[in-house]
């Protein structure tokens, strides 16, 4: 694979299209088992890894795409809060700043959107990266997957017009 940092320098960022439904879905699967789930825990998750086509048409799904491969994407529900429903990237392209990239295209479609504030169910292994990107924690939401589970709620401001990851 070639430098990760150059692949962040080359990708671009460009809306997802309808019939990448599957690949999509695919990449989310991939991307919560990097954190060591179980096959139960990720046979229970599937649904709710699973991107429609329909979702891609109604809501602001964006993919981080790097000489045709998808290597990332986000999808962001427009509203006030505005809510980043996803935020998922390859297992070989975490930790190459290409989350930070999507979090920053994730912030600007949603202040695009009208929303002063945005909101997320955090994956739990990835709460210091929302941290670092400036949000905070608001409390927590029971998890669809997992009876008794409970996962980060957190939220950022977007209104003083700083870059979220320097708030």
Do not use: C
Not at 72 to 100: C, M, N, S, T, Y
């Amino acid at each position: 694979m070639p430098d990760r940092n150059l692949i962040g320098q080359k990708a671009r960022i460009r809306r997802a299209r309808p019939d990448e439904a599957e690949q999509l879905s695919g990449l989310a699967r991939r991307s919560k088992a990097h954190w060591g789930y179980d096959a139960e825990f990720l046979r229970r998750a599937a649904a709710e890894l699973t991107i429609t086509p329909r979702a891609i048409t109604d809501h602001e799904v964006w993919v981080l795409e790097h000489e045709g491969r998808i290597i990332g994407f986000h999808r962001v529900i427009p509203g006030q809060p505005a809510v980043l429903e996803d935020l998922w990237l390859e297992p070989d392209g975490i930790g190459a700043g290409h989350g930070r990239r999507l979090w920053e295209h994730a912030v600007g479609v949603a202040r695009a959107g009208g929303a002063s504030v945005m909101e997320l169910d955090a994956e739990p292994n990835a709460m210091g990266f929302y941290q670092r990107m400036g949000a905070v924690g608001m409390g927590v939401t029971a998890s669809p997957v997992v009876p008794g589970r409970d996962l980060p709620r957190m939220r950022v401001s977007l209104e003083d017009g700083r870059s979220a990851a320097g708030m």
